[in-house]
């Protein structure tokens, strides 16, 4: 998997959006770039993931540039519950499961 | 949505005994299973692979006789941490291989684990 930075915290205040960037300037062509968070003491949960196109589900919009060295997740409203590391995974579609986490970005939003 | 369950949430237990946490796909079968550790302030290693009716794979630097795993079914895995000790505290999560179609992998709640 390749490997990711990201900043290691961010504030944001709630309502207004959140971008969490993340540099992954040694992807390859066949790995995707996933999302997920971890609220204190729980599982990561899922966010969203794409190869090379803009992505947006439910929860938040995937910006991916067009060398796809780097992506921006993007909460458009944050919430307090939004609260919680924030992780980007750079890998192939197969073996799911199997994830390389690293640091990760802490947001902390505040009322 | 798929959903993982890990049984229990949290568990206290004495030095020296032994610890079975379970991983079940409620929703969907998962032939692979991937168990991680967090302590506290760092993020998710990755510590085995359990993969239905076969052996385990470890990661380097894990010990497979003291963390054992089964996965016996195709929505059941566990791990039994042998003869804990208090540096085996930890934060233990599976994930499981996504359902046909899909391609995010979905993990448990965690199991607190504390050794006294």
Known sequence: DAKTTQPPSMDCAEGRAANLPCNHSTISGNEYVYWYRQIHSQGPQYIIHGLKNNETNEMASLIITEDRKSSTLILPHATLRDTAVYYCIVRENTNAGKSTFGDGTTLTVKP | ?116
């Not at chain 2, 059941?76 to 992998?105: K, N």
Request: neutral net charge; glycine residues 6%.
């Open chain 2, 1 to 116: 949505g798929a959903v993982v369950s890990q049984h229990p949430s949290w568990v206290i237990c004495k030095s020296g005994t032994s610890v079975k946490i379970e991983c079940r796909s409620l929703d969907f079968q998962a032939t692979t299973m991937f168990w991680y550790r967090q302590f506290p302030k760092q993020s998710l290693m990755l510590m085995a692979t359990s993969n239905e009716g076969s052996k385990a794979t470890y990661e380097q630097g894990v010990e497979k006789d003291k963390f054992l795993i089964n996965h016996a079914s195709l929505t059941l895995s566990t791990l039994t941490v042998t003869s804990a000790h208090p540096e085996d505290s930890s934060f233990y999560i599976c994930s499981a291989s996504p359902p046909r179609g899909l391609t995010e992998a979905f993990f448990g709640q965690g199991t607190r684990l504390t050794v006294v």
